[in-house]
């Protein structure tokens, strides 16, 4: 039934082999393709202005007389037209004609005498004047027409036929979304129509929602429908074990860590695999969540992986957790890259035979070589600098719960998109005594006072970083300014103090400069962003951030995170040479507010949902219609109508047209 739609291009008018070569960079390759590729905008041709009414510097399409009209030579091979609508409008067009007679468009104006005319009227001497406007022998055909993405030597009209065409072919295409979901929107055809084809402005609105609905809707429920039917490991529930984790707790329990706890064991107690993102702020106190899932999972007599980013934070990580579950019983592992082979093995026989209870390493833990005895629980951190792919390469080595944390909060809009699989939990307050870190944004001339006043507060005893914007290691020049700028500070205004400089391309000499600034042997550390996620050094109260104009807000905010961890308040110095308003509106929301969230909000309103740091190394899917920043009303429906659908029907049995369009779709 649906053949007709799978055609290739080629069976639509004027597209021959080697066209459709052409047209394949445009995504271009059947029927279904071209009904499929939506017009980029519209010109408004709904109202007709007289010559005499036309307004200066707004598009619009005019019909007169055409009177006055002229060509002439005005250098080899170039001409100019010049006519006169109505009575006051001018026009002009240049063309190129080599020939001796008159230009192809000349002798099409003079024919035709009266005709209507789309473009910008811009002031000139006489009054109004048009330049290369576009005209139309006749009345345009519609009210709006469609203006489609083109590549070389397809124009406008070509397009705009191909779609004509197409739209003959619309019986073929079913309604994927059941009656339900679909409430009093659109039906598809009638979408698809008038999505090309608008009658006016109204019936586009209309069909636009209709189609990002839909665009929203099967990208959610393509990755939320394996989740829900599949089975998983049921934890016990919390026993001893687990009070005696919380009687060694040498703090008391947010409200939200409290209410992240709760999820987690509804979520390990069932027989549905969790699949849960843990978002907090900088200090929220996430790895408590992820301790007390890992001594559930122990007490089920499970094993626990969890992967980190980096080798450093992977010693950090399992220090931690040799602190807070060793006392229990339970033993803790580290697997990292750089680690003796011996080592290596030994910690991978104790995988194998069940001794180890839990192991904290980077990608070392996906390699072919590791195996579980019983893997029920693997936890990822930071989760934005991890793939898909890499998360269920772990997920493989058992039939694990999941769960994931972040401490880069993200729009809602972006996180029901990025971690669409994921269930979100949100810890938005923070541990009893963490104060908010001072941010100042400091004009650059007042530099050797910052530098003055971290020196003051090392004598105090206190530690300093200074980050450079270095965001990509591998731009070899940046990473050349910036390592000079960095000796220049060693040997200027921080030369009286310990020193230690970091960036990413250094080897087994970073994880030594980390360790000696953890100890309190560096003073201040100079680096790159590689200090951007997990550096926990409790002495560290202050920061300075050189070019912070070219960080991302949500960036900037983890970064200065590193700082106030400890007894004694952080402060934040952010140093823009290049400070353009746009740029200070950015920097003004960091410097106002401490709070992750809020931030991660704004980023997305000023940089757009394409530019927001991590975005596309997290995956962040491509909509034809939908956009994340506009559409988060619609996104939000849809997810609600995703919810609902699979609660009543997991495997979609009673929906054969939407099961087969998620088929084809195959996000």
Known sequence: MQSMLDAPVTVLPGIGEKRAQT??????????????????????????????????????LTFGQLTNLTERRISRGRRIIQGQLGQS???????????????????????????????????????????????????PKYPLLPVYPLAAGISNDQRLRW???????????????????????????????????????TSYERARERLVFEEFFLFLLGLQRGKRH??????????????RYFANLPFTLTKGQREAIEQV?????ARRPMRRLIQGDVGSGKTVVAEYAAVKAAASFGQVAMMVPTEVLARQMVQRLKNSLEPLGLAVELLIGNMKAKEQ?????????GDCNVVVGTHALITEKVNFRHLTLAIVDEQHRFGVRQRSALLGKGNADLLVMSATPIPRSLALTMYADLDTTEIRDLPAGRTPIDTRLVDPVRRDE????????????????VVFPLVEESEHMDLKAATQE???LQRGPLAKVRVGLIHGQMGKEKDEVFAAFAAGEIDVLLATTVIEVGMDVPNATVMVIENAERFGLAQLHQLRGRVGRGSKPGICFLLAYNLSPHSRERLEVVRRSNDGFFIAEEDLRLRGPGDLLGVRQWGQPFFRLADLEEDTEILQQAAGQVEKLLIQDPTLASYPELAGELERVAW
């Open 23 to 60: 047209i394949r960079a445009l995504g271009l390759e059947t029927v279904r393709d071209v009904l499929f590729s939506y017009p980029r905008d519209y010109k408004d041709f709904q109202k007709t202005v007289a010559p005499e009414q036309v307004k200066i510097d707004t598009p619009q």
């Open 345 to 353: 093995a030994r910690v991978r026989a104790a995988l194998e035979s």
């Open 486 to 488: 960095m000796v220049d």
């Open 89 to 139: 409008l001018r026009l002009t067009w240049f063309v190129y004609h080599k020939g001796h007679g008159s230009s192809y468009l000349y002798r099409k104006l003079e024919r035709a005498g009266r005709l209507w005319v789309y473009g910008v009227p811009r002031p000139g001497l006489f009054g109004p004047e048009m330049s290369s406007p576009e005209v139309f022998l006749r009345a």
């Open 163 to 201: 779609a004509e065409t197409a739209l003959k072919h619309l019986e073929f295409l079913p309604e994927c979304l059941p009656e339900a979901v679909r409430g009093t929107r659109l039906g598809r055809r009638e979408a698809i129509r008038e999505i090309h084809f608008p009658r006016d402005w």
């Open 230 to 243: 599949a089975d998983g490991i049921a934890h016990q529930s919390d026993g001893e074990l687990v009070k």
């Open 265 to 269: 064991a509804l979520d390990m107690e």
């Open 450 to 465: 910052v530098y003055r006043y971290v020196v003051t507060r090392v004598r105090q005893g206190e530690q300093a970083y």
